[in-house]
């Protein structure tokens, strides 16, 4: 009867195989990166290579990427990390692999230096990385090597030999082959920086994001630096999805003032956004609206006026006049010493009116002219945000984003890692506890605060001091890492790390110069500005950026480990 059974079997799943087959919804490709990251050298340090892999290892996980990351191995140590990131390869699979350190050519091929008493001999070859890709045939990947540097185990200027073309790996160098390049000071490749910022934004594609590393660098190094590739990646690697942002306002003015009280609801965010744009005319506004909301009440008005202003010089909602008033209320005074508007509430401290003058002739042309602005008072929050009331935004809906603390602890540190929209989201949760107005300082707001009446270089005086700021270069130490707040001296305002620590988003768009700088204290404002400004420095910055004209500019939608923000309100 064994015949029978078998035919009783066979004859179902034949006719199951030959039947077509349901229709599945396909998985997603999988996501698998590697970083090694090796800058403790002996003979060579690379100083900033730890925290650029962390820096890369966060962004990649953030992206949805499972993450192998090593840190100063050995030999053994970095073998058996490739070795893993090797058998979770999969046909299709996306990937991505930084390496930063030292490399070097040894019979005509690269490879990576590990921690070792005998660097050449130890060294890993890099065809150990690439094989495994070959062999999966993944989807599309990338292997970034930030490894272009003069080393003392081989002949300087020696620097990468070009890897061959590969149908669906694209390798890339921080420098052309055969060539070496300086890392800028303590802040490293500034092509990693540039990547880095490149594969935060939302649904930016690798090809487009190595297109904007690479014109970003030449422009910096007056094409001093090229930035090489075997191939260009191919299409659809993107690093960091596009996500719904809690609700913000673009414009800097818009006020986002959701009802109050614990039964708020997360639509009460909706609604505040739409009322701060319903007036505009810039259809930039109406595009973030729809970021934040696809499927919202207002999707379909807001689709439509922004196809209607698309094109049109905007006026944004925040600059409509509000209609003529009999008489101005005299602004009411502030209270004297730090308040709080609930028990759990950011520390505010009250910021006199006055006038000053605003920027630097002496270094930058972005800082120039110096010119005079006049300030009402507000409020300023006396320290930078803190990881502890962050993660209250959070836990109560307003914030969707919680930032990795790196292992440091969260507490008092200030909250880091987060982007300009990111910061409004938490404006507009912070706005709708209290009932009050709070927004971001603008850039002219920050700059008075933080001079707090001197005219010199630093709030301190003309030139560095020791143990003044947290940065590279001020102290004998560097910590290379944001502290808790109180740590160092206030000014004398007493405002805490308006120099340092975390560097500091402000409501401004960018400007090359401040030839069209507002002179009311008010937040220079264009339609659809992509970026914005940032004040005060970073403990990864050196004391220049500590200065207190000092500004750069980071885009309003990419996270970066150094920026955080400090709150502001009327009074």
Same mark, same amino acid.
Not at 160 to 187: C, I, N, Q, W, Y
Not at 416 to 440: E, F, M, Q
Not at 526 to 543: Q, T
């Given at each position: ?70 840190? &100063? ?107 070496? !390049? ?96 319903? &007036? ?103 320290? /930078? ?79 560095? /001091? ?24 206030? &000014? ?33 404002? !264009? ?12 403990? &990864? ?31």
């Amino acid at each position: 009867m064994d015949w029978l059974r078998f035919f009783l079997l066979a004859v179902p799943l034949i006719a199951l195989a030959a039947s077509p087959a349901l229709p599945q919804e396909a998985a997603p490709p999988a996501r698998i990166a590697l970083v090694i990251a090796n800058g403790t050298y002996p003979d060579a340090a690379v100083a900033q290579a730890p925290a650029e892999g962390r820096a890369v290892a966060a962004a990649l996980r953030d992206g949805g990427f499972e993450v192998i990351a090593i840190e &100063n191995g050995a030999r053994a140590e970095t073998r058996q990390a490739i070795a893993e990131f090797a058998g979770k390869l999969r046909p299709g699979a996306q990937a991505v692999v930084f390496y930063s350190g030292h490399a070097v050519q040894q019979r005509d091929r690269n490879f990576i230096v590990p921690m070792s008493p005998n660097p050449v001999q130890d060294a890993v070859d890099l065809d150990e990385v690439i094989d495994p890709l070959i062999i999966a045939k993944p989807s599309s990947a990338l292997v970034l090597i930030d490894a272009s540097r003069d080393n003392p185990w081989q002949a300087r200027g020696r620097g990468l030999r070009a890897t061959e073309p590969l149908e669906t790996v694209a390798v890339m160098f921080t420098a052309s082959p055969g060539k070496t !390049v300086a890392d800028s000071g303590p802040r490293g490749n500034h092509a990693v920086e540039e990547w880095l910022k490149a594969i935060r934004t939302p649904g930016l594609d690798m090809a487009a994001a190595v297109v904007r590393v690479r014109d970003a660098v030449a422009r910096a190094s007056r094409r001093s630096q090229q930035i090489w590739l075997s191939s260009e990646p191919p299409k659809g690697l993107v690093v960091t999805p596009v996500g719904q942002p809690v609700a913000v306002a673009q414009a800097s003015r818009a006020v986002i003032l959701p009802p109050t009280g614990p039964d708020a609801s997360p639509d009460a965010f909706e609604l505040a956004f739409w009322e701060s744009i319903r &007036n505009s005319e810039n259809a930039s506004e109406y595009r973030a609206y729809l970021d934040a909301y696809p499927n919202g009440r207002f999707s379909t008005l807001a689709r439509t006026r922004e196809q209607l202003y698309r094109g049109k010089p905007g006026v944004s909602a925040a600059s409509v006049a509000p209609p003529p008033a009999a008489a101005t209320p005299a602004a009411p005074a502030p209270k004297t010493g730090p308040i709080r508007d609930c028990s759990d509430c950011p520390e505010l401290t009250a910021i006199p009116p006055g006038s000053f003058q605003m920027g630097s002739n002496d270094l930058y042309e972005f800082e120039k002219p110096v010119h005079p602005v006049t300030i009402r008072g507000f409020y300023l929050g006396t320290r /930078e945000i803190s990881l502890d009331e962050w993660d209250r935004c959070v836990s109560e809906g307003g914030c969707n984003y919680r930032p990795d603390d790196r292992g440091l602890g969260r507490g008092k540190r200030p909250v880091t890692d987060i982007h300009w929209n990111d910061a409004n989201a938490y404006l507009a949760w912070l706005s709708a506890k209290t009932g009050k107005r709070y927004r971001l300082p603008s850039e002219s707001e920050w700059e008075y605060a933080a001079r707090a009446g001197t005219t010199t270089t630093y709030p301190w005086g003309q030139t560095v /001091e020791k143990d003044r700021a947290n940065c590279l270069g001020c102290n004998d130490r560097p910590l290379r890492s944001a502290v808790p707040s109180g740590q160092y001296p206030p &000014n004398a305002l007493g405002l805490y790390d308006m120099a340092g620590n975390a560097a500091e988003w402000v409501a401004d768009c960018w400007s090359e110069s401040y030839r069209n700088a507002p002179r009311d204290g008010s937040a220079y404002v !264009v339609p659809g500005c992509r970026e914005r400004v940032l004040r005060g420095g970073s403990f &990864n910055n050196d004391p220049r950026y500590l200065r207190s004209a000092a500004r750069f500019k980071y885009e309003a939608d990419v996270r970066f480990y150094t920026n955080g923000f400090r709150v502001a309100r009327d009074l």
